[in-house]
Every structure is written in structure tokens, then in C-alpha cells.
């Protein structure tokens, strides 16, 4: 029989907003899982800043945005506080250039451990190299169909992280596939631009 694992906020990409949200949702006491389509979580991350990660901006003024009532609503008062309160949470400790925040140990790759070192602490499940193949409306949320890698992915050893990634993702393409029955009371979609 195929029986569904069952969470209370299922995750759709595995990116920085996906991390932060599925974070915040097992801080709220829910069980949560990412399904991300790629070898790992948080990649985009590891190019940003120029590898640096510009994480945050000592002022945020919500005048600046195209629609400052909608960015205020979602931003709340005090943007600034609260994103390096949740830095600060992860553990990341910050500085400051030219108004710019970036971790103090200026490597991207600091921010994506810190967020996956406490999703692993809370209990979040991340689902790597998985497609959603369908959605649809459940008694109790909404009822997903993955297809996911069978086994776990091997590929060489590479000095270097982008031999690496390379080799990864070819062992993805490569890799046996199994379908997943997932259930959840909500769907987040965080899958980019
Ligand atoms: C070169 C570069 C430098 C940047 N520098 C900065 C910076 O210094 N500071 C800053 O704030 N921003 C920076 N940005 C912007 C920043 O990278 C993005 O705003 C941020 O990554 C968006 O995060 P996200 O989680 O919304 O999307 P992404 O990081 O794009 O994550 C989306 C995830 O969803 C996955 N996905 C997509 N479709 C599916 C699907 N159907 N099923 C499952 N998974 C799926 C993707 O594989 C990806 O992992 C930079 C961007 C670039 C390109």
C-alpha cells in the first residue's frame, strides 16, 4: 500500500526563503518538510555577494519599493531588527560595509550551513533531487505525488565545489527514480524568480 507521510506545512524549493520559512514554521512547533528539485538546498545562496552573501542592509526603507504600504505590511515596522534577530538566532553574527550586512566570516557558504544546521535541528526533512509531479486539494490540506531518487546519489570526490556540483547533478540525471505520496496541511511555494 502507498501510504502518504503527513506534515503540517510542506515546502516547494529549497532556497533562502524556503529555509527561512520552514525555519520559522518548526520554531512555531510544525512538522515540515522542503522538496527541493536540486542536489541540494540552498545553491543560489553560495553566488551571492559575490560569494560574500549580502544579507541585509543596515536600513531598509520601505519607501524605496515600488508599493512601500504592501512592503511595510509584510516588512512590519522594524525590518532591520527583526531579519538580524533572525540571523542572530542561526547563529550568523554580521558586519557591515558601507551600509551593507554580510556574515562576519564574509563566506556565502556560512549562511547556508547556519540554515541548515537548524533546520537538521529542528527536524526538518529536506527531499533533494525530487520533482512534484502533481497537487491536488485533500480532506485535511493538500495531497502531493513526488518523484525522487531512489537511493542516495554518489559521485567523485572533487577538490573543487563546482566539479562537484557537476557531478552531482549528472548523478541525478542518472539515478533511479521512486514516487512518494506526501500530504500537508498547508503548501508554501518558494520556488524563485
Ligand atoms: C549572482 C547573484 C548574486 C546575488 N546576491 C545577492 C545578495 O548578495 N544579497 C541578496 O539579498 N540577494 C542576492 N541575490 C538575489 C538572491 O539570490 C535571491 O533573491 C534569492 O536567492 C531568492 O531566494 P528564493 O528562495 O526566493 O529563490 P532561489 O534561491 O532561487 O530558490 C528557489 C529554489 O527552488 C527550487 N525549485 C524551483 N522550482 C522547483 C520545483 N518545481 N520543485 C522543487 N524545487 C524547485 C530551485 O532549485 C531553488 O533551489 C543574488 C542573486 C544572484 C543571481
Avoid at 542592509?57 to 508599493?67: F, L, V
Avoid at 556574515?103 to 547556519?114: T, Y
Avoid at 520533482?131 to 493538500?142: F, R
Wanted: charged share 25%; hydrophobic share 40%; proline share 4%.
Amino acid at each position: 500500500m502507498n501510504t502518504s507521510a503527513f506534515y503540517d506545512v510542506l515546502v516547494i524549493g529549497g532556497g533562502a526563503s524556503s529555509l527561512a520559512a520552514a525555519i520559522t514554521a518548526a520554531r512555531a512547533g510544525k512538522s515540515v518538510c522542503i522538496v527541493e528539485r536540486d542536489v541540494a538546498c540552498g545553491l543560489k545562496l553560495l553566488a551571492t555577494g559575490n560569494g560574500r552573501c549580502n544579507l541585509s542592509n543596515e536600513s531598509i526603507d520601505p519607501q524605496r519599493y515600488n508599493h512601500p504600504a504592501f512592503v511595510e505590511s509584510v516588512m512590519g515596522p522594524q525590518p532591520e531588527q527583526e531579519l538580524m534577530g533572525f540571523f542572530s538566532s542561526l547563529g550568523i553574527m554580521t558586519t557591515s560595509e558601507e551600509g551593507r550586512l554580510y556574515p562576519r566570516s564574509l563566506r556565502a557558504e556560512s549562511v547556508r550551513d547556519a540554515l541548515l544546521n537548524v533546520c537538521d535541528r529542528l527536524g526538518i526533512t529536506l527531499i533533494c533531487g525530487a520533482n512534484v509531479a502533481s497537487a491536488h486539494k485533500a480532506s485535511e490540506g493538500w495531497a502531493l505525488q513526488i518523484d525522487r531518487p531512489a537511493r542516495a546519489l554518489k559521485a567523485k570526490k572533487h577538490d573543487d565545489r563546482k566539479s562537484e556540483l557537476r557531478s552531482l547533478r549528472k548523478a541525478l540525471a542518472d539515478v533511479p527514480r521512486k514516487n512518494e505520496a506526501l500530504e500537508a496541511h498547508a503548501v508554501i511555494i518558494a520556488t524563485g524568480g
